[in-house]
């Protein structure tokens, strides 16, 4: 029997076994049986999920911990008279689940860095942050400082309760949208790095 | 005599020993410090606001580097970023409208003019400075030099 014949007879099997009706399970069993178990993976992926969506989980690794945690410290969004605190992934994903799972995804990147320790050292990261801060600052100009806005509403804002010059900014540029709350907010949590003039 | 004489010494000396020791308990005044004893940590004053009311103040002298009327918390001036460059700056002051760092800082120690903030003038903080809401401890003398060299006017009884 060749090769190929073998492998079509056999996926042949698999797609009968799984077109027939079942022959031992009740359809109760398997609609209810098939709910519950939908809830228990379901909700064991989101907690998952949660789990890795929290300052612990990303100050697990030294890469974090050691480098952009301590900079955003002694930050207003991490100290501050009101005690609301800003953790990692309160600006660095976002919060729609469709959103969330796409920057997640492209997240899994970040594993492979970490195996192959490509800012395994102080040195490295440094060579690589301008890299890496110019794909945080790209996200966030592409969707308009979704994760800024998710606590900093533009509705919201009260002007007069602002210093001169944020008012003036804030009623000009950034209310017709020509500019976005990450155009001059740069480096507002962690340090920043040499910017070549004109790089953005 | 002698007895007496060494008694007063004994007490004297005691007494001269003793006089720091009850400073200590009380706690030194010390400009820094505060009152607080040696042993002990001091409680810091509270902390002042800064000023952010974007006024620009009154200068003492024709070559004051202006004070800083807005408030610079956590501002980055170090060798990767200048942060009050970025609407202090040449190509910066036409979005920000914020005064240009004067042209003076664009001359580098071999008095060449560049296109950009000397090396040499790069630290802000080292002549301009925030201004804290603060009553000043103790009283300030300084004359400015405003109307200096014009002739004095008599005081009128």
Not at chain 1, 16 to 37: N, Y
Not at chain 1, 94 to 119: C, M, V, Y
Not at chain 1, 154 to 177: E, I
Request: one cysteine or more.
């Amino acid at each position: 029997m060749s090769l190929k014949k073998k492998f079509t007879e056999h996926s042949s099997n698999y797609w009968k076994t799984l077109s027939t009706p079942s022959k031992f399970f009740s359809l109760g069993f398997l609609t209810i049986g098939g709910f519950v178990a939908g809830i228990i993976f379901w909700g064991g992926f989101h907690t998952a999920l949660e789990l890795t969506n929290t300052e612990a989980f990303c100050t697990s690794c030294h890469e974090m911990r050691d480098n952009v945690f301590v900079e955003l410290q002694p930050t207003i969004h991490y100290t501050n008279r009101s005690g609301v605190r800003a953790t990692c992934p309160d600006c660095h994903v976002p919060h729609n689940w469709s959103d969330k799972i796409a920057r997640k995804t492209q997240a899994s990147k970040e594993i492979w860095g970490k195996l192959f320790g490509t800012i395994s050292t102080r040195e490295k990261f440094l060579d690589k942050r301008l890299e890496l801060a110019q794909h945080e600052w790209a996200r966030l100009k592409a969707n308009n400082s979704l994760e800024c806005r998710n606590c900093h509403n533009f509705a919201s804002m009260d002007f007069t309760r602002q210093s001169k010059r944020a008012m003036q900014m804030h009623s000009t540029s950034l209310a017709n949208g020509e500019k976005t709350c990450i155009d001059c907010h740069k480096g507002i949590a962690h340090r920043l790095p040499d910017v070549p003039a004109g790089a953005t | 005599m002698k007895f007496f004489l060494a008694l007063f010494l004994m007490v004297w000396t005691v007494g001269v020993w003793a006089q720091p020791e009850s400073d200590l308990q009380g706690g030194l005044q010390n400009g820094l410090r505060g009152s607080a004893a040696l042993g002990t940590e001091a409680v810091p004053p509270l902390m002042p606001k800064m000023n952010n009311d974007d006024l620009r103040k009154k200068r003492a002298y024709a070559m004051q580097a202006p004070v800083i009327p807005h408030q610079i918390e956590n501002y980055q001036v170090d060798k990767n970023f200048n942060k009050c460059m970025s609407c202090h700056g040449l190509d910066r002051v036409a979005d920000s409208q914020a005064p240009m760092v004067s042209v003076t800082h664009f001359i580098d120690r071999d008095a060449n003019f560049r296109n950009e903030i000397s090396p040499r003038r790069y630290f802000c903080t080292q002549c301009h400075v925030p201004q804290m809401d603060v009553v000043v401890p103790v009283a300030n003398l300084f004359k400015s030099t405003s109307g200096m060299g014009m002739p004095q006017k008599k005081s009128t009884k």
